[in-house]
């Protein structure tokens, strides 16, 4: 009898090549988060048309807007661990269904009550489902490649967010703002049932969990067929093999403390200056003159941009580390300025505003994806939770402060330099999380999740020592 195979599966993983299975599995992460992207915007982009509808006061709205992020923050940290027990698949299948009908029931909301409750109750599906379709991605990139490639899914995000504007400056018009909602929530539904037939689970989690070579063999057959799997090989993972659904205190040991929160911190202001100027941009441009459908497509730019940032700062992450954040949150700063500064002409805005989306939310996307590599495999997706969701006190109050200074007749000059004002602080804490990383107190991670001392030969070569 011949002796039984035994496949490192991060070995396999890091050695592939243009694989399809790969690629399809990219994709359908990116499909999920095009979806989750849409129902997180959704209410920004019918706001105008739900405050001349129901005749109130468009201040009215922050609380919804804060709810709905609330709700996303309660998901990705108090659930995020969620995925680390039972599976990535599951949480992103269960979530998409889930929040699918809470956006669904949003469109017959009666009241502002109703739809800030059903909101909150969607976001928290959105905010376990994310964090997991990260890990997901991430653990089918070689190293090498893993910032980028969460960009890309990022990319799906923001593109999402994006499409969500120009559909809704389309059926807003013609079908009212229940229309947006439906749309998002049925696509919600369908995609929730084709990923549970054919998006796999991460070969890596079950062989932390173990005894699930059966299942394994099966990816990794499609994975890399080069490898002659049979019915006799064995599957192992150099990670800490430790019990699954691990509580948060484990993102602040082995040297982890100082990094986690900075990046806390960072996600924090990069945050609140994001959501403040992405859910109130389409408002306030309407406000001012700006016809209602340009207004919500001026939105839709600012995240059309966010998607080419990504891909711009998660390449050059890969090449220079955090530095490539930094940079992009210090140019934010001057083009989310000039969005209320100066008089121009329309198709200037819209360039304004494009270039302010590529930077700030190209930034925001590099923190995910920063998030989405330092920690191993068995707390990855509660790390990435737990930095997307705390991040999400930043987008809780970055909408409700904007709609205090609405409510005060703030400039518009002045609106803007208050809404630049975060990322700048965002940029200054980036630049101490990459002194904390790099120095000798600190500590790296590498693939496997063993903590190794700051400096020296020993240091990975990912994100966080550049």
């Known amino acids: 009898m011949s002796e039984a195979k035994t496949i490192d599966i991060g070995a396999a993983i890091e050695s592939q090549s243009g694989s399809r299975f790969a690629t399809l599995i990219l994709a359908l992460c990116c499909a999920a988060m095009v979806i989750e992207g849409y129902d997180v915007q959704v209410l920004a982009y019918a706001a105008p048309a739900i405050v001349r509808d129901w005749h109130i006061d468009k ?14 923050l309660l998901g990705a940290t108090l659930l995020s661990g969620i995925s680390d027990k039972f599976g990535r698949k599951k949480v992103i299948v269960a979530g998409n269904i889930f929040f699918g009908l809470l956006t669904i029931a949003s469109a017959f909301a009666p009241n502002l009550t109703a739809l800030m409750v059903l909101r909150f109750v969607a976001g928290l599906g959105l905010g376990c489902s994310i964090p997991s379709a990260m890990a997901l991605g991430v653990e089918y990139a070689p190293e090498r490649h893993r910032a980028f490639r969460v960009s890309l899914l990022f990319v799906g995000y923001t593109l999402g967010a994006a499409l969500g504007g120009m559909i809704a400056a389309a059926l807003i018009v013609q079908f009212g703002w229940q229309s947006v909602f439906l749309l998002g929530g049925f696509t919600s539904l369908t995609l929730g049932i084709v990923l549970s037939f054919i998006m796999p689970e991460s070969a890596r989690f079950l062989a932390l969990v173990g005894g699930k070579d059966r299942q394994i063999a099966a990816i990794l057959r499609k994975l890399r067929p080069d490898l002659g799997i049979d019915a006799s090989s064995r599957f192992t993972v150099a990670e800490h093999k430790v019990e699954p659904g691990l509580p948060v205190r484990h993102l602040f040991t082995e040297g982890r403390a100082l990094v986690t929160s900075l990046l806390w911190i960072a996600f924090i202001t990069s945050l609140t200056g994001h959501h403040f100027l992405t859910s109130w941009l389409p408002t306030v441009l309407d406000s001012n003159g700006v016809p209602l459908a340009h207004a919500v497509v001026a939105g839709s730019l600012i995240q059309g941009g966010g998607a080419l940032g990504s891909l711009i700062v998660g390449r050059l992450m890969d090449r220079f580390g955090m530095m490539a954040i930094v940079a992009a949150f210090i140019l934010s700063v001057p083009f989310v300025v000039m969005i209320g500064a100066f008089a121009m002409p329309e198709y200037m805005l819209m360039l304004v505003v494009f270039t302010a989306g590529l930077c700030l939310l190209g930034g925001q996307i590099g923190l995910n994806a920063l998030a989405g590599t330092i920690y191993p495999t068995f707390v990855r997706s509660t790390g990435a939770g737990w930095a997307l969701g705390i991040g999400r006190i930043g987008s809780i109050i970055g909408p409700v402060i904007g709609g205090v200074l609405i409510g005060m007749k ?28 790099r120095s000798s107190a600190s500590v790296m991670y590498d693939e496997e999740g063993i903590a190794r001392a700051g400096g020296g030969e020993g240091v990975r070569r990912g994100v966080l020592v550049r």
């Open 410 to 437: 703030l400039s518009m000059p002045a609106l803007f330099i208050c809404a630049a004002i975060p990322a700048a602080c965002c940029a200054i804490t980036v630049f101490f999380l990459r002194a904390a990383a």
């Open 59 to 72: 201040a009215y709205l922050g609380p919804v807007f804060g709810a709905a992020l609330f709700g996303y």
